[in-house]
């Protein structure tokens, strides 16, 4: 079964770029979302189709996707980006989510 | 706005049977599947698999066969996760979230999250 690693933790200064990564073998051939989730809530989509942001998402974030790696990176990191990051894809027939990465805003 | 919502929290000894709901308040599910993700405490999200709401057709993923089954009230735009022979490590929330059958898209539309706990 297709496996995606995603680092556990990340912290970044508040104003300064948190990048988030997402393996994968040959990720950049497939189609990667990502969903934020935060404490007692359900996940929501900040990043679809590896770059395409949802409304209501600010411009601060980004997604890429090449070869082994898929990125979320987020710009001008806000104390209120503090959550839990989970990149996904699908796999044929199955969704396939990574282990999750807890952004901690220092 | 259009909302998912689930059923409440539920305390249920091994062994028993569990039945969560979904229910959306439009016709949001009409031509999509609703998706059921496990997340166990302090853990990550696990797809559990999903039902196709045009033909009521379930698929489940690995290790969601057997115990796990997924069903459909179309006419109260609802739908269902039951649970039989619950263990301790069924102890998790669950949640519904729509999608669309290709996998094409992500999962929009998510329920609060029905917490489960499996204790003697």
């Known amino acids: 079964s297709y496996v995606l690693t995603q680092p556990p933790s990340v912290s970044v200064a508040p104003g300064k770029t948190a990048r988030i990564t997402c393996g994968g073998n040959n990720i950049g051939s497939k189609s990667v979302h990502w969903y934020q989730q935060k404490p007692g809530q359900a996940p929501m989509v900040v990043m679809y189709?590896?770059?395409d942001r949802p409304s209501g998402i600010p411009e601060r974030f980004s997604g890429s996707n090449s070869g082994n790696t898929a990125t979320l990176t987020i710009s001008r990191v806000e104390a209120g980006d503090e959550a839990v990051y989970y990149c996904q894809v699908w796999d044929s027939r199955y969704w396939v989510f990574g282990g999750g990465t807890k952004l901690a805003v220092l | 706005q259009v909302q998912v919502v689930q059923s409440g929290s539920e305390l249920k000894k091994p062994g028993a049977s569990v039945k969560v709901s979904c229910q959306a308040d439009a016709n949001i599910f009409v031509g999509y599947v609703v998706n059921w993700v496990r997340q166990a405490p302090g853990q990550g999200l696990e797809w559990m698999g999903w039902i196709n709401t045009d033909t009521g057709n379930p698929s489940y993923a690995q290790g969601f066969t057997g115990r796990f089954v997924f069903s459909l009230d179309t006419s109260v735009n609802t739908a269902f996760l039951q649970i039989s022979g619950l263990k301790a490590e069924d102890t998790a929330v669950y949640y519904c979230a729509r999608g669309d059958s290709s996998g094409s898209d992500p999962l929009g539309f998510w329920g609060q999250g029905t917490r489960v706990t499996v204790s003697s």
């Open positions: 189709h590896d770059r």
